[in-house]
């Protein structure tokens, strides 16, 4: 599904990410941690094609993702706000973002009633703009709308940062049954060990950019990641 | 010194924001510019005597000059009300701190006063009152003159401000207002109500009595209590941003753009973009007053030989929105470039929209203009001309070299005086795109003819046309080269 051969990324000499061999396959849940500057987001980024390597490739099935299109049909991604388009309200981006993925107006409103639960009756129906909401709510579109086009991939940053606790354990439980129901690929990095080791069935660890530990999750793969963090 | 420490702060977050040394070569130009019009008014300044002397009136250049002082208050406000920038002085964080709320206020409107800017038109009055006020009368009236208009500048700046903060800036208020203005100086033409002998009489006070200072003084007293006034009643922030945000979202319907697919998606986006940031629809109001450009020059006898600065008008007339909104085309996505690259959207597809969108304002200006071709069938192959020219060939160097432009732009602030995300690049692609045709143009003319200038133009703009796919090829591959570069410095902000 995803490989990652060689994978390197510098600034001004310094090596930011260094991933030698990597391969994630269809339907796994890969899980990212690492502290601050670990090069969590980086991976990410280079995953997404946003930024260009300094050496190296990645391939999202058996395509090279760099300056190429075809892999934007098959992935949803959420990083940060920028991934929104925060002068539109909800109705008009989730509209917009299904259209490019050919989606009907009932195949959308399908998609938001699925969404319902999560959304905890917030962001819907409201002529407010995106760039008016607050951050958490922002986060909640902006993972929705990496959802509307059925994508086989899904990249998260820090998904469970800035929300309320009652919408962290939906969309652990909501990213559970994704994997269950569609066998849908995702990479989600967090802060956070518990959640991260729940909805995860891989951990990788990354330090000044490299992997550091590669795991399957167990039951003693909590304690283990605490022990690594612990100072 | 409590107020030191604000200026001082003030002052650092000027200089301390990114970009401030970045854009050296941007505040150089700027400051040619300022001196270049700095000359001019000084220039104006010192042959104002002579000028009013000669004009067909029995009163001394003073008193045509009081007259118009009214007119010079209201002009200042309307300027004030479209381009002024209210203080953007950040209050919340001094808010919490230990810090008389007076004293906040007092230099949240007494700051701008400090503004250079403002006193531009001393450059004028000063010369001109030395040249002719002392002549006339004395130092003394002279000096008094002077102040009194110091004072209309004071006046001037606080009004603007309060009319801003109390009724916000929208276009219909802005219209009214113009309107008014309008009314008025039609009645003064038609001799109904005279403005000026108001006042004529109403400086002439002011500047001759020797308490009349007092009064002008008084002015500038009520205009700043009645924004005491308005900070006393709009004191917590969250009032005073939903007064500031007078735009509420009207979700207009642009689902006629849905037959055209992904592409037609994409313009309503872009769209949107402009009619929702407070930078863009000033650029669009800006358009709107640049299209009565053309009756400076076509009316001009002057210019009525040069074909290449006529060739200049005609392209920028049927290139308004193009130029004006072209030179930021992709940039002004920074602030969701990442998103736009990671769904599902094919570099092509993009850039096309963003052809289309800029055919589009070609094609609208175009239209909008076609009451110039009164002016004469020169005009009108003058236009046809800038117009296949524009669109065959302007556009694509727009594509191309937009990717270039690397520094994210920030949309909510009005676009007048904004050099935000300027930099020289902006300028230097203004050279091949409006300077080139303009020098072929004149240099063909004068070897040959106007008709083998235009034609050559207009070949150039249909064989544009004709690769149209070719020249898109062009600008995919050069976006993506430059992708990276471009996504990074979107993300760094300003």
Redesign the interface.
Known sequence: MIQVSNLQKAYNGVTVLNIPDMTIPQGESFGLVGNNGAGKTTFFRLILDLIEPTQGEVKIDDQLVMRNDAWKTSTGSFLDEGFLIDFLTTEEYFKFVGKLHNKTDGDIALFLDSMKDFFNDEILGSKKLIRDFSKGNQKKIGIAAALIGDPKILILDEPFTALDPSSQIRLKRFLTDLQTRFNMTMLISSHDLNHITEVCKRIVVLEKGNVVKDLQTGDDTLNELEAYFAV | MLILDLVVQEWKKSYRAQGFYKNLAVSLLLGFFTLYMAAILLFIGFSLNEILEKADNTLNPMELFNGAMLYIMLMGLIIRFAMQQLNTFNLPPYQVLPIKRSLLINFLLLKPLTNPINYFLLLVVVPFAIKSVVGYYSVGVALRFVLSFVFLIWFNSLTGAYIKRKYGSSLLSFLLIILAFAGIVALEYFKVFSLFNISKSFYGFIVLNPYGLLVALLMVAVAFMLNKWFFSQNFYPEKFNSKIKSD??V?RDLSFLNRFG?IG?LI??EL??IL??KRTKSILYMSGFFLFYGLLFYTNKAYAHNSGMLFFVAMFMTGLLMLMFGQWIISWDS?????L????????TYLNANYYLLLAFNVICFVLTTPYFFFGMKIVYMHLTAFIFNAGVNIFLLLFFATYNTRKLDLSKSSAMNYQGTTYKNFLIVLPLMFLPMIIVGVLTSLASIAVALWTLATLGALGILFRNQLITLCVNQF?RR??IM??G??EGE
Request: charged share 30%; net charge positive.
């Open positions: 509420k979202t979700t992904v998606e309503g986006l949107k973009l929702r940031h602030s969701h470039f990442d998103s690259m990671t769904k599902n959207i094919p570099i092509r993506n992708k990276y996504a990074e979107f993300r």
